[in-house]
């Protein structure tokens, strides 16, 4: 079984739908969670970053941790055009010398 | 804004051939990690350093070295160019050594070995 799985996609839905993105692990020493953002021919970019369980909303954007299950979602709401990318998510755990662990991506295309 | 540069955004390089791939921020980060990135295989480490003149190997180094004699850059050496070396390549930063700081990404440098 692989550290981070994610759902590889690719997912396309139209405008102002609501998109569940999601990723499960099986390392229960993750603490930290995050999600990037990448453009096309360009660089991942942090999105989103939640310690242990629980929710964070930034504007459209909510990620949401639930450790007992080992699961992690990020919910688009209104999806955008703009939203289309390549959307990864990534986890570490505390201690010195932790890297992050990155699932491979999923490709979500928003239809105007 | 914080900034990772990578020097170039397209290569194209001939097989055999010695090949740099450079990496600045401007952060003052400590962490520093290099990345190839392919359809279907997702991001996978190369190297990566914990500080000046540091290196530890990650996932995938067979034909690849670093270098890092300064903090703030970060060199992929390919020393014998080969056609599966063809790929995204990604240079990123971090400033935590513990606590799970996300990483800042470059644009990254798409090489192509003909």
């Known amino acids: 079984q692989k550290e981070v799985e994610q759902d590889p996609g690719p997912l396309s839905v139209p405008e102002g739908a609501i998109v569940s993105l999601n990723c499960t692990y099986s390392n229960s020493a993750f603490q930290y969670f995050m999600w990037y953002r990448q453009y096309s021919r360009k660089g991942p970019e942090l999105l989103m970053y939640?310690?242990?369980?629980g929710n964070k909303e930034d504007g459209r954007f909510t990620a949401q941790v639930d450790k007992s299950s080992k699961y992690i979602s990020l919910f688009i709401r209104d999806s955008q055009p703009s939203d289309s990318a390549t959307y990864l998510c990534?986890?570490?755990?505390?201690?010195?010398?932790?890297?992050?662990?990155f699932g491979k991506g999923i490709t979500l295309s928003v239809r105007p | 804004d914080v900034k990772v540069t990578q020097s170039s955004r397209y290569l194209v390089k001939r097989t055999g051939e010695k090949v740099f791939l450079e990496c600045v921020q401007d952060?003052?980060?400590?962490?520093m990690f290099w990345y190839r990135q392919d359809p279907g295989l997702g991001l996978r480490l190369i190297y990566f350093?914990?500080?000046?003149?540091?290196?530890e190997k990650g996932d995938i180094p067979e034909g690849y070295s670093v270098s890092r004699e300064k903090k703030e850059r970060f060199s992929l050496i390919l020393e014998s160019a080969s056609t599966n070396q063809t790929s995204m390549y990604l240079c990123?930063?971090?400033?935590?050594?513990?606590?799970?700081?996300?990483?800042?990404f470059g644009s990254g440098t798409r090489l192509t070995v003909v």
């Open positions: 990534a986890m570490t755990p505390t201690g010195a010398n932790s890297k992050l662990t």
């Open positions: 350093s914990y500080d000046v003149k540091m290196k």
């Open positions: 939640t310690y242990s369980s």
């Open positions: 952060m003052d980060h400590e962490n």
């Open positions: 990123a930063s971090s400033w935590s050594r513990g606590s799970g700081g996300g990483y800042t």
